[in-house]
C-alpha cells in the first residue's frame, strides 16, 4: 500500500499511470515506426513483461495463489483483450487514422467500463456518478475537437480499428475486477503477459526478425526501456492492483484525462502551445472525475 488512505492511494497511483500513458502519445512517435514496426514492439512488451512478471513473482511473491479452472479461463480472456487486442488494434489503428480520430475513439473505452460495471459487475450508478461521467465526455469531446472529426474511406478501417481497442481494453478492465481480490496482481500480470506473448508469436517474429537494432542511439534505448519498463511493467501491474481499492468505472474515468496529459507533454516538447480552452477542459475533466468519487463514495456508505 502506497497510502493510508485507499481513495487517496487509487487516485494517486490513477493519476501516475494517466501521466505515464499520456506521454506515452509523444514519446512513442520518436522511435515507431522510425525504427521499430508497432508488431516487433508488442511482442517485446509481451516477452518483458511476462518474464519480468515472472521474476518478481518469485522473488516477492513465492508462495502466491495460482489461478486453476473458470479463473484461469478468466485470465486468458484477460490476456487476450487486455494485453494481445488492444495493443494489436490500437497500434495498427493509429498507423491508418488520425490523432484526432484515434482520442475521440478511444473514449470507448471509459463508456465501456462503465456500462460493464453497472450490467456485468452489479455495482450501483448513482445520478452524481453518470454526471461526472458526462462532465468528463463534454471536457474530453471539446478539448479533442470533434468538429474535426473525419470518418473517410482512408481513415475508416483505422477509426474501427481504435474503438475495437478501446472497447476490447474496457472488457479486460471488467475482466480483471471479477478476479483482483482472489490473487495478488503480479500473478495476474504474469499469466496475462506470458499467455499473451505466445497467442502474439506467429503475429510479431517476422517484424521483429527484420528489427535492427544496430540502429538504435542512446535516446532510442531510453525511450525502449521507458514503454517496457513504465508504460508496460508499471502501468499494468498497478492496473490490475487497483480493482483492490477502487471501482472499475473510476479507473475509466482517468482515461478522459490522457488527452490533456498528452496536450502537457506535447507542449513541453515545444509541439503545442497551452491555451485557455485546454485548461477550462481539464478543470472539466478534473470536475468529473471528482463528482463521480463523490457518487461512488455516497453508495459506498449506504
Known amino acids: 500500500m502506497v497510502l493510508k488512505n485507499k481513495n487517496t492511494e487509487a487516485h494517486f497511483l490513477l493519476l501516475l499511470i494517466t501521466i505515464i500513458s499520456g506521454a506515452n502519445y509523444t514519446i512513442l512517435k ?4 522510425s525504427k521499430i514496426e508497432p508488431s516487433s514492439l508488442i511482442l517485446i512488451r509481451l516477452f518483458v513483461a511476462g518474464l519480468g512478471f515472472l521474476i518478481l513473482e518469485k522473488i516477492f511473491f513465492p508462495k502466491a495463489l495460482q489461478p486453476k479452472g473458470k479463473d484461469l479461463i478468466i485470465i486468458i480472456l484477460c ?13 495498427e489503428g493509429m498507423k491508418i487514422t488520425t490523432p484526432i480520430n484515434g482520442s475521440i475513439f478511444n473514449l470507448f473505452n471509459p463508456i465501456t467500463i462503465v456500462l460493464g460495471s453497472f450490467l456485468v459487475l452489479k455495482q450501483k450508478i448513482n445520478w452524481m456518478v453518470i454526471i461526472g461521467v458526462l462532465c468528463s ?23 474501427i480499428f481504435v474503438m475495437i481497442n478501446a472497447i476490447s481494453y474496457g472488457i479486460y478492465v471488467i475482466l480483471v475486477a471479477s478476479i483482483a481480490t482472489k490473487y495478488n496482481a503480479i500473478t495476474i500480470t504474469k499469466y496475462m503477459f506470458g499467455l499473451g506473448f505466445f497467442i502474439y508469436l506467429p503475429l510479431g517474429l517476422p517484424s521483429f526478425n527484420a528489427t535492427d537494432f544496430t540502429l538504435f542511439n542512446l535516446t532510442d534505448w531510453i525511450v525502449l526501456a521507458y514503454i517496457l519498463l513504465l508504460v508496460t511493467l ?9 480493482p483492490r481499492i477502487t471501482t472499475p468505472y473510476i479507473m475509466g474515468m482517468y482515461v478522459y484525462l490522457q488527452p490533456f496529459i498528452a496536450m502537457l507533454v506535447a507542449i513541453l516538447f515545444g509541439k503545442n502551445v497551452l491555451n485557455l480552452k485546454q485548461v477550462l477542459c ?21
Open 30 to 33: 520518436i522511435i515507431v515506426p
Open 79 to 91: 490476456s487476450l483483450f487486455g494485453a494481445v487486442f488492444n495493443q494489436f488494434f490500437f497500434y
Open 137 to 159: 465526455i463534454l471536457g474530453a469531446l471539446i478539448l479533442l475537437d470533434i468538429k474535426n472529426l473525419n470518418v473517410n474511406n482512408t481513415t475508416f478501417l483505422g477509426d
Open 234 to 242: 508499471f502501468s499494468y501491474g498497478i492496473g490490475n492492483y487497483l
Open 282 to 302: 481539464g478543470f472539466l475533466i478534473l470536475i468529473g472525475i471528482y463528482l463521480a468519487q463523490k457518487g461512488k463514495n455516497k453508495i459506498n456508505s449506504q
